[in-house]
């Protein structure tokens, strides 16, 4: 049968506040609740989707147990109350997980096998801190297949200073008090804001309280009060907990459908995805990854940097946003890249962070008529990059 | 007062403090800052929050926190996971001395709970899980409700335990949804063996405002409190009707009442009363009369009797006196019955269900035992007609319940059960028929009401694998089963009964092998006593009038008729058989019998002509108290009697199996502290079944 791949929509999405982990908001909040949560905002502000629609519920997390466990893509659904006919599943690339839960469940909206679809991803690192229950492979050392620095993320971020001399500590803490200051402008002129859905919270010695917005960022963040703080992954290095993304909860979600399906249901069809590409890196240096995913992705489309209007891209390290910068030409304040901010202030709930950089990128493309592609991208644990190219469907330069 | 508010705390000492933990919330939609309370013991749902002194002074320090400040929009109060609040703390209630300790728990709730419906906010109450008495009441003070629609359970139970909705209840509910309403929440379910409403049919009566899913019940519910703060939602309710309406309500609840307990329990009367009042009093006044029908209740021995019989249903029951270690129970994972009539149907069906193993009935003739099966399988699609088992469940259900001509089919069964004609030789021969397949450990239990088990066992080769499982009729209804132990029973055996019958979710009592156990025995000695006065000469509905004074669920002609005349001459004459200085035989029912009538009573509820004439007497008749008494004393004798010969182990088991098995009412605590309080006991034996209040445990 022959077969026409589909245009593939993101229709909306929806986030919880991101908590600190640890004694922050979601403490005693299990990582279930908070992704049944987003799921029915999701239904109650997309009236039109007949829940008996959707084809797909693909949730990730890095951590794959306890509450993030029992396939949560399933588990979530049932409990958010989808009807029972709607499938889910669990998806895991680290960080890049729902960022890959968009890009698997969107490419199956292209094929031609679902409709409608719900994508996003948890991470709740206070009740599953990483690396928990791992077991890496003797292999990996014995055969030396990666650098034992490979599996702590902050050592990998050190080892791209090395790589990348001219990134000095300097501008890494320039480019994360920049970063704080965008999200600062951002939620004061509320553009963050919109995408949240507010989560109970409940703590023994408080009782119930409600997260209604995000806990990481430290707005007034300066040079000076970064310069002091302690290089955790090597003596007198460069990467602390002020140029990096903490250690979060949260979770995120989106609905993706095909172009005709959302316009036969009336749904918003907010910007087009139209590629995506992932690409591997050496593991110890896993924050280069974006660089040739994107190079990738561009390549194949055959369009160049200088066409990317909006880049969204994970601060997991400011080192790692500057690796992709300086490898592109692009300037460390370069208005197109983060405009809203990122991970270092709002915080990066590892599998759950993808849909956020998407979620803001289909804002700003609201906001920006004369913008046609946008990209979202991310590096990933053990030495990968994953970058989205989307079009705006707001776009009127054409005209 | 305040003294009498610190003795009551002294009382309660051991009391689990349901605090109030208050913390700001913003409001979405900018609609404010808000107060958010939340209602926690600290424990997790196994132990609900409650309201004792302590309780309900951390209320009033929240609230008061509260009050001064302007900062704030609203104040909501909710519950822990699963529980709102599930009203008072009972447990010091017993503890209380005098009516002014009593007097004063009532105002403190009232004082506390009324500030919730007297701030100068609007307060929201969400109700987020089980909700009762105080709890609800807590509720109704608040401006406005919010339910989830995944609450289990809202009541007011106070009249079923002896006490009314005294926090406010009696007068804040039939002024929010009407006295008709409100008078099914506070009497009629209460009365009927305390029915429990979902959310879902709260909310239908107007006890909530709004109704959320339990998902994200909280985060929806204050979406709404914001929603209404804003002016966006404007709460309507229907206007309440107070005039002929309420009486009429008023009218029927009276009725209701008497009819059921005649006068035995206050409490639903009292409650009744604050309700008619409440169409017209002021808050003050409801409220000081609401307290002092708590302050006169909580004092009264109905509500003692209420409380005990509320932990022997709920503390003694789950640990059933004299039963051995459970780690000694077998296995059961095959199940025979012997008999295929109505009782081995409901017997089938119940271990079917229960404990999910096949069930195979057995009887010598092929129609008497597809008629059998196909009982059984008729209550299954029954079941599932009413949605309370599905397809694939009915199929399993049906499938495990199968028919055999030949007790072969035992072989491997661990469980056999006999629901046989009730006769010695019978029973004998069929036990015998088992163990000649059956492996040596399998259990052979007995359904039998009278006979003896140790009789029963004795021609076998292994009597002590027998034991008596003697269910109340109808068996889905009752919860009571007499677990009879032998004089060779061993202790395997009972042990593996008592696993059993937990499984099949049935208060079970250890009885010795004594003539027709407790319940008949004493149920048949009590009907005794009503029928001798009729063969005395007393006009027959004279003497089954006179027992009304106990609140008894029926009376004693109803239930003769409701256990059939034949079987209850059966009975009487065992027992006759057995102590015939105490037991008579009816010459009267025997004639009824032997007349082959069924039914004592006409479709109008008088008793039959043709009855009647049979039930005639002699030529002395006696009054109603006269019989009254004489049927008290003959229980008072019989119980302290069945006691020396260690029948079961305490008097509470003997009020556990009234209530159980035939119904006896709370405000009576099945028998024996109803006894002790009108002094009958005293009389006939020299001392009280209790020393003091009665205790369950």
Known sequence: MPRTARDVVFVDGVRTPFGKSGKGLYAETRADDMVVRVIRELMRRNPDLPPERIDEVAIAATTQIGDQGLTIGRTAAILAGLPRSVPGYAIDRMCAGALTAVTTSGAGIAFGAYDVVIAGGVEHMGRHPMGEGVDPNPRFLSEKLVDPTALVMGNTAENLHDRYPSITKERADAYAVRSQEKVAKAYADGKIQPDLVEVVVRSLEQGYGLATKDEPPRPGTTMESLAGLKTPFRAHGNVTPGNAAGLNDGATGAILAAEEVARELGLSARMRLVDFSFAGVEPEVMGVGPVPATEKLLARQGISMDEIGLIEINEAFAVQVLAFLEHFGIADDDARVNPWGGAIALGHPLASSGVRLMMQLARQFAERPDVRYGITTMCVGMGMGGTVLWENTNYEGGK | ?697
């Open chain 2, 1 to 697: 007062m305040s003294t009498a508010i610190d003795e009551a705390r002294e009382l309660f000492k051991d009391e689990v403090v349901t605090k109030a933990i208050s913390r700001d919330i913003e409001l979405p939609y900018g609609a404010g800052t808000a107060v958010l309370i939340t209602l926690d013991n600290g424990h997790d749902h196994t132990r609900p929050n409650t309201f004792g002194p302590g309780g309900l002074l951390s209320l009033d320090a929240a609230i008061e926190a509260a009050r001064g400040r302007k900062d704030i929009v609203a104040l909501a109060v909710t519950g822990k996971p699963f529980i709102f609040a599930v009203g008072a703390d009972l447990s010091g209630v017993p503890a209380l001395q005098n009516r002014d300790q009593a007097l004063a728990i009532g105002k403190l709730g009232h004082d506390v709970f009324r500030k919730l419906g007297e701030l100068d906010v609007p307060t929201f109450a969400l109700v987020n899980g089980a909700a009762m008495g105080g709890g609800v009441e807590v509720a109704l003070h608040c401006t406005y409700r919010t339910i989830s629609s995944g609450v289990p359970a809202l009541a007011l139970p106070e009249t079923f335990l002896g006490l009314v909705p005294g926090w406010g209840g009696t007068y804040l509910l039939p002024n929010l949804i009407g006295a008709e309403k409100a008078l099914k929440v506070i009497i009629e379910n209460p009365l009927a063996q305390n029915k429990m409403l979902k959310g879902g049919q709260a909310f239908e009566l107007g006890i909530a405002d709004a109704m959320f899913e339990p998902a994200d019940f909280v985060e929806e519910s204050l979406r709404w409190v914001a929603k209404v703060v804003k002016g966006d939602v404007t709460v309507e309710r229907p206007e309440v009707d107070k005039g002929e309406a309420w009486d009429n309500a008023v009218n029927m609840a009276r009725f209701v009442v008497e009819g059921k307990l005649h006068g035995a329990a206050p409490a639903p009367a009292r409650a009744v009363e604050l309700v008619a009042e409440a169409r017209t009093r002021t808050r003050d006044e409801a409220f000081a009369a609401e307290d002092e029908a708590l302050a006169d209740l909580i004092m009264s021995p109905e509500l003692k009797a209420g409380l005990y019989a509320f932990d022997l249903v709920q503390k003694r029951a789950k640990r059933p006196a004299g039963a051995p270690d459970k780690s000694l129970a077998r296995k059961v994972t095959k199940v025979g019955v012997v008999g295929a009539g109505l009782m081995a149907g409901q017997l089938a069906l119940l271990f079917a269900r229960r404990l999910d193993v096949p069930v195979v009935m057995t009887d010598l003739d092929q129609d008497r035992l597809d008629k059998g099966v196909a009982y059984v399988h008729g209550e299954v699609d029954k079941l599932l007609k009413k949605g309370r088992v599905n397809q694939d469940k009915a199929n399993h259900l049906k499938a495990l319940v199968t028919g055999s001509l030949t007790k072969d089919a035992f072989a491997d069964a661990d469980f056999v059960i006999e629901a046989v004609f009730e006769r010695m030789e019978v029973k004998q021969q069929v036990f015998a028929e088992v163990e000649a397949v059956v492996s040596p450990e399998a259990i052979l239990a007995t359904n039998t009401s009278s006979l003896s088990i140790t009789e029963m066992a004795s021609k076998l080769e292994h009597p002590e694998r027998v034991v008596g499982f003697h269910f109340f009729n109808p068996v889905a209804v009752l919860p009571l089963l007499e677990i009879v132990r032998g004089e060779k029973t061993d202790e395997v055996a009972l042990a593996t009964a008592f696993a059993t019958a937990k499984k099949l979710k049935k208060t079970a009592v250890l009885c010795k092998d004594a003539p027709a156990f407790v319940v008949n025995r004493l149920l048949t000695l009590f009907m005794g006593e009503v029928l001798g006065a009729v063969s005395e000469g007393t006009e027959p509905e004279t003497a089954d009038r006179a027992v009304a004074p106990l609140g008894l669920p029926m009376s004693p002609l109803m239930l003769l008729q409701l256990v059939g005349p034949a079987v209850a001459l059966h009975v009487s004459e065992t027992l006759h058989e057995a102590f015939p200085e105490r037991f008579a035989v009816s010459p009267e029912l025997a004639e009824v019998v032997k007349a082959g009538k069924t039914a004592i009573f006409a479709p109008d509820f008088s008793i039959d002509p043709e009855v009647k004439k049979l039930l005639v007497g002699g030529d002395e008749p006696s009054a109603e108290s006269e019989i009254l008494d004489r049927a008290l004393r003959a229980l008072a004798k019989e119980i302290r009697i069945m006691l020396d010969e260690g029948v079961v182990a305490e008097a509470a088991d003997i009020d556990l199996c009234l209530i159980t098995g035939a119904g006896w009412p709370f405000h009576t605590g099945g028998i024996t502290p109803y006894l002790d309080k009108v002094g009958v006991s005293e009389a006939v034996n020299g001392k009280p079944f209790h020393e003091g209040d009665p205790k369950a445990v």
